[in-house]
């Protein structure tokens, strides 16, 4: 560490939902080809990364004990990858302040890898380039460059390939946090169950974006947004976690524009029309006992920031 070097660092990193999430059959690699249209919003992870004798994750907030703190974090992931490619030691204390629910299909183990590996660049001052952590991100998982982005942007191959779009206007989001988490590999297999059993397997190709949901984004139009929402691995959630159905009913009942699963769930996703309906949504899901909490949020937003150091 030199003299002007920060004594530690904060970058806060936001949740995401998918607004479009098209599925391929599997590759030969076992992942799927995807067209995933990310938006961030703006429920934060804040992580603070501080130099300590060796490398230590601990993290707090309301669902912290089901966060693990060994070497699969991917914070710590990204910690070691970053130093690994610097020929420096980890040695960093990596505070994970966690707000956006756990295994819950909104990228927040992805949030903690890319909010680490921005934590620990400015700490180090490694003068990474943008595209060398962004290379990072992409072997930390298919979601880890999203988060390091944030906006809206298109993700394809299997995710980590990404487009910034456009998006003309801030949507207004509720977000139904279930009991438990979903584990994302279980969830891919069951949509590949689904569809072997039904014959209606795609094929590996690479699927495209929905020039309608784009035209939306660009509009800044929630209406057309919600025409225009999809998301394949949804009936595999459902099929997984049956209870999902009724609160995406609960949901449009309340008056939600669109209600789907977020990513490969169980926190689902309701679209607004204002920040007014969304808070009206969310006390009917609240009160509709089909949840275990509700959470307010608008995007895009900003990716992986630092906020202090
Ligand atoms: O890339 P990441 O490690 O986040 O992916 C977790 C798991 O989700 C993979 O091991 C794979 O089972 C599944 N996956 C997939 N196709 C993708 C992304 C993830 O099958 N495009």
Redo the contacts with the bound molecule.
Sequence with gaps: MTASSPSSVTVRVPAKVNVQLAVAG?RSD?????ANVFLAVSLYDRVTVTPSDGLRVTCSGPDAAQVPLDASNLAARAALALAGRYGREADVHIHIDKDIPVAGGMAGG?ADGAGALVACDALWGTGASRSELLEICAEL???VPFSLIGGVALGEG??EVLTPLEAGGTFHWVFAVADGGLS??AV?GECDRLRAAAGTDPGPDQPSASPALLAALRAGDAVALAAAVSNDLQSAALSLRPSLASTLSAGVEAGALAALVSGSGPTTAFLAKSREDGERVAAALSASGTCRAVRVAAGPVEGATVVAG
């Design positions: 599997p076992g992942f799927h080809a995807l992805s998982g298919s979601d299997r995710g994302t590999p891919y």
